[in-house]
């Protein structure tokens, strides 16, 4: 049962241009939600932490949203680099502790 | 700081074989968490663990098992390895259950094959 989506899979665009990841979840006991950057053969490194009674966070040219009424939460990444490719992944935690990844969306950032 | 660090990065099993995936953290954390990662499936959480001295089973703990003998150091052992269980391995820890103002850390995975 996918408890989090994360849309679309894949995603390509120039350097430069301002992006947006997408995550919804179902759960609405969320507790805090977490964007992670993979990259290829490499363990996942935290991004971004908002609670549920934040809006957004923000760091360096990365800004993270969250809407806990619509079950959704965004990563606004602002003028991409090729660095920025990776895979990012969120994952939404409850109340009772409960964690539920996203499969991810792989981002290519043309030079 | 190391932060989490598995040992060993790669393996390969032969069907039936056991081995025991390590995990180290040195940040104090309370809880640790052992996941699977496989494609289209995400992360699967197989086992955790609250504090010292405590396991528990998460969404697919079959085939696993875990120990928690000192507060730094988490291990899952496969006792029988199957092609099923061939998957990348990420071992994470967090500072208490909901973690407000932290959240997880993410060892660099352990790749396991079993053929």
């Known amino acids: 049962k996918q408890e989090v989506t994360q849309i679309p899979a894949a995603l390509s665009v120039p350097e430069g241009e301002n992006l947006v990841l997408n995550c919804s979840f179902t759960d609405s006991a969320i507790y805090n939600l977490q964007w992670f950057r993979q990259d290829p053969g490499k363990g996942l490194t935290s991004l971004l932490l908002i609670q549920s009674s934040q809006r957004e966070q923000t760091s360096g040219r990365l800004n993270a949203s969250l809407d806990k009424s619509s079950g959704r939460s965004t990563l606004y990444i602002a003028a991409s680099q090729p660095g920025d490719s990776a895979t990012y992944l969120c994952?939404?935690?409850?109340?009772?502790?409960?964690?539920?990844f996203g499969d991810g969306t792989t981002l290519t950032v043309k030079p | 700081n190391a932060g989490v660090t598995q040992t060993p990065k790669f393996r390969v099993l032969k069907t039936g074989q056991s081995m025991t995936l390590l995990c180290a953290q040195d940040m104090n954390h309370e809880y640790m968490y052992w996941y699977r990662q496989d494609p289209g499936m995400g992360l699967r959480l197989i086992h955790y663990s609250v504090g010292e001295g405590t396991t528990a089973k998460g969404e697919v703990p079959d085939g696993y098992n875990v120990s928690r003998l000192k507060k730094q150091n988490f291990l899952l052992g496969l006792e029988s390895a199957a092609p099923s269980q061939t998957s990348v391995y990420f071992c994470a820890s967090k500072r208490d259950r909901v973690s407000r103002d932290y959240g997880y850390t993410f060892g660099s995975g352990t790749r396991l094959t079993v053929v």
């Open positions: 994952a939404y935690n409850t109340n009772a502790g409960k964690s539920t």
